[in-house]
């Protein structure tokens, strides 16, 4: 290679002064500007997500406090109606000792709660173990629909306190007497819905079953029973909260142990805070048996898909 040549290689390449708005555009983002650029985003979602639980929080929280308002203003108005105070008092001094037991029929309103519960759950489940069943039959066999039809809407419009009498008369006693009146009320959602559901399922489903020659049992259990069971699901909701809305008017036509009873008795004693006090009882105990039966809703119809 010719001594010019090397020169020429071993030259370095001169470059023009970069101009000041290129050397602006090649040097890098500092370190304070790219923290504004990431930290407004964080801090909107962290406002948002403050702002989502303010707005779960807050008009539950209004809605307590204008109802206790409303509580102490009629309070105030009448006289006779205990306040909010008053029933707070009466309260505490009550859940101190909730399963005192002096005797049969002088018991804590915890063991009333508790037998009341019993009873719901006896007459619960005999409706569910007829209802059910029976709504898949209705369902499947139109002929057994048309037939059972007419008798469903006769008897499910009839208020709980006429089906009462009628267990006093079959049993001769006052606990099987309320656990047949929580399970007549209660069947009548379970087969309804049930009886829906299975109507609902997709003739194609039943065609495909018909020509692999599956039998009745399995089209029940593969096919029908996932596809009804949101339905079936929600008739037991609705019956659960029948069922815990009939005890309390049938304990307190028939006595003994039970919240209803209790109430009834309060109400003789003149203690009116105490019956406030119950229906407080009454209605956190079903929210309680319906949020568990949403939960397990939920949890099925998830598994179910």
């Known amino acids: 290679m010719s001594t010019l040549a090397l020169k020429l290689v071993e030259a370095p390449v001169k470059t023009e002064p970069a101009t000041p708005a290129a050397a602006a555009a090649e040097r890098p983002v ?20 403050g702002r989502d639980l303010m707005r779960r929080i807050i008009p539950p929280v209004f809605g307590i406090v204008l109802l206790i308002g ?27 000792d909730p399963f005192y037991r002096n005797g049969p029929n002088d018991q804590g309103i915890g063991w009333n709660v508790l037998s009341s ?35 469903i809407s006769l008897l499910r419009p009839v208020s709980p306190l006429a089906w009462l ?43 495909v079953a018909r020509v692999l020659g599956l039998p009745e049992t399995k089209v029940i259990t593969r096919i029908l ?10 008739g037991i909701r609705l019956s659960i909260g029948t069922a815990w809305l009939v005890i309390v008017a049938a304990e307190m036509l028939t006595g003994g142990v039970g919240i209803g009873f209790w109430v009834w008795d309060e109400w003789n004693n003149l203690k009116v805070e105490h019956i406030v006090i119950a229906i407080f009882v009454i209605g956190i ?15 099925f119809t998830y598994e179910s898909r």
């Open 30 to 49: 500092t370190t304070e500007r790219s923290e504004q650029a990431v930290t407004p985003p964080a801090r909107e979602g962290l406002g948002e997500g």
């Open 70 to 96: 409303i509580w102490a203003l009629a309070a105030i108005k009448s006289g006779n109606i205990p306040g909010p105070d008053k029933t707070w008092v009466a309260a505490v001094k009550l859940f101190s």
């Open 117 to 151: 519960l019993q009873r719901v759950g006896i007459g619960f489940g005999f409706a569910a173990l007829v209802g059910i069943p029976m709504g898949f039959m209705l369902g499947r066999f139109a002929f057994m629909s048309r037939m059972f039809e007419p008798i």
């Open 165 to 207: 009498p009628i267990g006093l008369l079959v049993f001769q006693k006052a606990d099987p007497a309320a656990t047949w009146t929580i399970f007549i009320c209660s069947i009548w959602p379970m087969i309804l819905n049930t009886a829906q559901g299975v109507q609902r399922v997709p003739q194609d489903y039943l065609n």
């Open 225 to 234: 029973f996932p596809a009804v069971l949101p339905y079936m699901l929600t």
């Open 285 to 299: 105990v079903g929210l309680v048996l319906e949020t568990m039966l949403l939960l397990l809703a939920k949890r």
